[in-house]
């Protein structure tokens, strides 16, 4: 009987040698899903990823991209990624705040006054740490991702925080978001990206807060008469795989993975740069929409109505992160 045993955990123990050995036989597969039109920053980093890892690896790595939510949304793609079913997606920092509650820092209204200040934070210890705050929940950050500066858009002039009192605006699934709008007396609705433009255009909502290059991919532009160029916040997203995808990965197959991942990241932070001028100025020429721009006196009382929320959330986040990041001004 012992005997028997024996042979037992001895076949076991083989088949699951086997089976870790195996368990990432080529080609490996890396499904990259993201919310996104392709012609957007994110949607060109998604495709210049995909055409590095043909191209250096062959048909060891197969990179399938799905844009537009075509496998999940925002909501649900990190769920996904934890039972395996999406290997690489690029959510809005906003949606990781069930998993970490320091990457709200990037929601507070008026922290960053420019893009070179978010790039300066995300590449310094305090920035690079983030990467792994959420790896005890599965989750790991592989790079940051640009979109750019957000801008207010509404059915109606927003010149001063008053103009916003009572409007309807979409946010994402954000605390901090939902209490920047609450200090304008705006009623904030929490409604899926792919969802927006229908919002808007049936006037189920006023306004939203996005991107030059979101506002003008997705055509919020042609359902929204005015966009106010508050520069009020930033939308970026942070490249995520699961820890234990990641980790599981041959180390030679892995270091080429991530060589790829930085060098079409870069290449979509200089998109996002170019399309946050370009798509700016093709919504001024399209006339179906007006942008307003605020004097510096209009701008504060924006800020003055906003910066409250700070102090709200810096125990969550903690005010050494909101002090690092403030200071990168």
Avoid: C
């Amino acid at each position: 009987m012992f005997r028997t045993v024996s042979k037992i955990l001895a076949v076991t123990a083989v088949s699951t040698v086997l089976a870790v050995g195996s368990a990432f036989a080529a080609p490996i597969t890396i499904k990259f899903s993201h919310v996104v039109a392709e012609n957007t920053p994110k949607g060109q980093m998604a495709n210049k990823f995909k055409d590095l890892v043909a191209e250096r690896l062959g048909d060891k790595v197969i990179v399938e991209v799905f844009p537009n939510s075509q496998l999940f949304g925002d909501n649900k793609v990190l769920e996904a990624m934890l039972l395996g079913d999406v290997q690489l997606a690029a959510p809005s920092l906003s949606k990781f705040e069930r998993y970490t509650k320091s990457l709200q820092l990037f929601d507070l209204p008026f922290l960053f006054k420019d893009m070179a200040a978010v790039e300066k934070f995300q590449k310094s210890a305090k920035g690079q740490e983030l990467l792994k705050s959420m790896e005890s929940k599965g989750l790991i950050g592989l790079g940051y991702l640009h979109n750019g500066l957000k801008q207010l858009s509404s059915s109606k002039p927003l010149k001063v925080p008053a103009d916003a009192s009572g409007l309807k605006f979409r946010i994402m699934t954000s605390d901090v978001l939902a209490a920047q709008f609450e200090a304008l007396d705006a009623v904030p609705l929490k409604k899926p990206f792919s969802e927006v433009f229908t919002l808007l255009q049936t006037k189920a909502i006023d306004g939203q807060e996005n991107t030059w290059s979101n506002i003008y991919s997705k055509k919020f532009f042609e359902v929204q008469p005015y966009i106010t160029e508050s520069n009020h916040g930033v939308i970026d997203y942070l490249v995520v795989t699961s820890t234990e995808f990641w980790k599981g990965l041959p180390d030679d197959i892995r270091g080429e993975v991530k060589k790829a991942l930085d060098e079409a990241i870069a290449f979509g932070n200089s998109v996002a740069a170019e399309k946050a001028t370009s798509d700016r100025q093709r919504i001024i020429d399209s006339k179906r929409s007006k942008v307003l721009e605020l004097t510096d006196a209009e701008r504060d009382q924006w800020v003055k109505a906003m910066k409250p929320v700070w102090s709200k959330f810096e125990k969550d986040i903690g005010k050494d992160l909101i002090d690092a990041a403030y200071s990168s001004n």
